[in-house]
């Protein structure tokens, strides 16, 4: 009786969180374990959500990453690192992140750096560029052609 009590307050709570936004799987067992839930309750809700379409890792990168290069734009390096982080798997996350080529990847750095040129009131040099764009996780590559267009 009362592991369905525990099921049915972990499912509900699960089904709370997720009224908020997706959520990868992997979060919503961090928090299921976080309010002291046991292993075998936590695996019952996932399957449960995971069998209703609730959960799917896939979809979850698939929106992070969309969201992530409208709101705050960054590399596949940052974008994969933040994937890694949200517990999506390797393969999952290369998938998704493929569809970000080079090109693109080039022209969301230009813009972020061209905003920042616009949105400083201090002038923006070589360096500092090249950091902010380290810290947002584009590749070497990218980083070497925006700063050589430079003038």
Known sequence: MNDK?????????????????RRSEKEIKDKLL???????????VL????EYQLIDDYVFARQWVEH???A??????GLKYELKKYGIDKQKAEAVL???????????????????INNSSKPLTKQ????????????????????????
């Open 5 to 21: 009590k525990d099921y049915n307050r972990a499912k509900n709570y699960a089904m709370r969180l997720l009224t908020f936004r």
């Open 34 to 44: 976080q309010k002291g839930y046991r292993d075998d309750i936590i695996d019952k």
């Open 47 to 50: 399957d449960f959500l995971k």
């Open 68 to 70: 992530r290069l409208a």
């Open 72 to 77: 705050r734009p960054m590399g596949v390096v």
């Open 98 to 116: 493929a569809e970000i080529d080079a090109e693109m990847e080039l022209e969301l750095a230009q813009k972020l750096i061209q905003k920042k």
């Open 128 to 151: 500092r560029a090249a950091g902010l764009l380290q810290r947002r996780g584009f590749s070497y590559d990218t980083i070497f052609k925006v700063l050589s267009e430079w003038d």
